[in-house]
Structures are given as C-alpha cells and as structure tokens.
C-alpha cells in the first residue's frame, strides 16, 4: 500500500523555508561580498567539492551496494541538488566566519541553475532515467525558496538597520522552533512512508554526509574559520530541488521518503559536527 504525502506538507516547509532565509538576510551586506573575494581559492575548492566528487560518491554507493528503485532514485537526487537553505545557520553555528558563510552559500545556490540540469543529463546517460528538468525550473526554486527571502531580509537591513537589528534575534528564534516543528511534522508524516522505503536513504545520506564534510573541511586548507564553513556547505544538500525533480518526473511517492531519508541521515550528521566544534572551540 501507497502512504499519500498530505497536500498541506509542501505550503509548511515551504513557508518555513522562507522564513528562515529572510531571517538570515538580516545579517547580509557587502561584508559578505568582500569575504567571498578574500578566500577565492577556497570558494573554487569548495565549489568542486560540492559538483563533482560528492555526486561521483553517490553513483559509486548506488552502483557498488546494488541500490535499486525509489532509493536510489532519491540518493541520487539529493546528491545532485546543492545549497540546503539551513546551511549558512549551521556553518555559523558551528563557529564558521558569519560573512563568509552567506557569500559561498549564495554562489552555490546561483550556480544550482546550471549545474543541477547538467548533473541530471549525466544521470540520464548513466541509467537511461530519461530525466527532465530545465535551468528555469530551478531557477524559480531557488529565487522564491532562497534568493527571494535573502534579498528582503538584506534590503531591510540596509533601508531599517536599527529594525533589522532589533527583529533578527527574536526572528531567529521563532524560526528555529518553526523549523523544528517542520521536522517533526515531517518525521510523523513520512514515517510510514519511510518504512516502506527502509533504512539504506538514511544510511547512505549519514555515509555521504561524513565523506562530504571531509572533502569540505580539506578544501579550507589551514583556515580555520573557514574549515567549517566549506565542511557544511559541500555536505549540505537541498531536499526541495530534489523534490522539484521528482514532481517534474511524475517519480512514485516513494522516492519522497528516500530523499527525506537522505535528508534525515545528513541531518543526525551535520548536528553531531556542528556540536563537535562548538566544544572544540569552547
């Protein structure tokens, strides 16, 4: 049997999504601009790590562990689909530098336009999946799920700053306990779903996850400040481009709960590293 995913799901996450990003364009300015300039070679480092060797990883997992079907339709999705919109919030959680944390994430996220309907054309020649997805459906994904709210919350800052000082702390808050109800929501949700699917999404998501954070932290070299910042942005993926694949495909509901799957492994390991590195650092 078929576990439906609710209508009402999409609206929340995306909601809350949207959310977030505006509350971390509150702390965008040409700061940020000027600290992805100063590390260039450790943004083109981090950049390929994020395009090429993270995605290779994930057809190598697939083809070597005999992984079939809606989970390994939805590893390979999720490897393919960069710049997770918590991923600035949890490099700078982890003691990352807060102005070039936002300059990789955006470059990366701009970038997806291009790079997510070349890697899918790549999949295509590999498994004859006859994938479909053009530059401008990602283009609208990531405008309103990221670039949009970015961009309010920046121009705020810039026209309000005593307001966008005042309501960035509170609005963090409020959007730290808003995406903890989403993920819950999700758990309760998609767990059905999930079982059905089984554990290897979980699995693989947590592997790919430890193997991405030590491409990352390796393309800072010996920045310290920015090791944190690479680690989570090559490790993060992007579940809604993933889903927005999936929709466009007309994919079974199942490969919904191997990229969520994928998402929750990623998740377990992302935590544990950014807690790791607030100990270290205290």
Known sequence: MTVPVPFWLAPLVGTVVFCVMFSLGLMLGR?????????????????FAVLIPVP?????????????????????????????????RRAIDAGGDQAFAPGLHLVIV???IVTVPASLAILDQLYQAHFTISPSHVARQVFFAQLLPLGLGAGLRAWRPQMASIVEAPLTRATNLAMLAAVAALLVVLWPLLAQVGWVPVAAGAGLTLCALALGAACAVRDAA?????????AMRNPGLA???????????GVVAAVFGYALGLAVIVSAFVAWEGRRKR
Not at 226 to 234: G, K, L, Y
Not at 243 to 250: F, G, K, M, Q
């Open 56 to 88: 290779a990883l994930a057809v190598l997992l697939v083809k070597l562990a005999g992984i079939k079907g809606v989970a390994a339709a939805g590893i390979l999705l999720m490897a393919i689909s960069p710049g997770a919109p918590v991923a600035i």
């Open 31 to 47: 700061e940020q601009i000027a600290a992805a300039r100063q590390r260039s070679g450790i943004l083109a480092l981090a950049l």
């Open 243 to 253: 889903l927005l694949i999936a929709t466009v495909n007309d994919m079974p509901p």
């Open 110 to 112: 701009a970038l997806a």
């Open 226 to 234: 920015a090791r944190p910042v690479a680690a989570i942005a090559v």
